[in-house]
């Protein structure tokens, strides 16, 4: 199948999930559809597992969250408005160096019907969303609850973390110990009960590093001022991009796998009940 190459409009993609996370449907509009072999080398890097039957697509405002922040990137589809048996399968979403969002698939239906300007509606798949949101929210729980331990495990800081299911981990700086692992199994159990509200906040510079419990390394200010902050009420804040639940209840049963050191380094691996 035949499907007509263009960019309509070339300019970053207005990222709707950061604002409106609750939103999984969307009328936007498609600014441009490249099929993968015809993408610059940095930005075909981004998707190496792709085929070259399939195709990028970029719109002018998105509500898939990309791949990035240790969160895998949504799923689900897209439809032509004006002829929804055009339909576009979205398989991988990647963020650009230039601000584009990038929708990875395939088409099923007549995709060379497509022209720049289309009307598209956006649907994430949301059971996978929930479950993502679900996995990360976790991640900043376990964070939380080795804070609230730091005199019996130690002062140690987040540094790196992976939300994505069967390879969840948060990395510490700082060594601990084995025997710590139902202390802390116990009070993320606690934290989840608590069903604590999870907040998705915009704070100044000045806020972000006065309430932040854990900067990221080489964190700095975007260029557009604010700083997007999750916060769990009375618990802790970290600067954030990815997508959360409404409360901590809603994660449900989390495990505390494995606790293991290296370098200096301690990595507790995580995993949370299947949907
Ligand atoms: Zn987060």
Redesign the pocket.
Known sequence: METTEWIFWQHSTVPVYQKQASLHDLVTKIVSCQSTRSLSKTDRALFKDAEDSDYVIATDETIFRPQG?G?PSDNGQMKLKRDRIVSFDVKLVRKAAEGQIYHLGGFSGLGQLLRGGDAVIQIIDTAKRNYHSRY??A??ILGLAVRQLKEKVGDVSEVK?N?APGMAFVEFRGLISGEHKSDIQERVNELVQRNIPVNVDWWDEKNAKAHCAALPEGFSIPDDGDVRV?DVEGVGA?P?????LPTTGDIGETVVRKISRQKGVTKISYAIASP
């Open positions: 922040g969160q990360h929210t991640g900043h973390t939300h999750v970290y954030c991009g990815g997508t959360h």
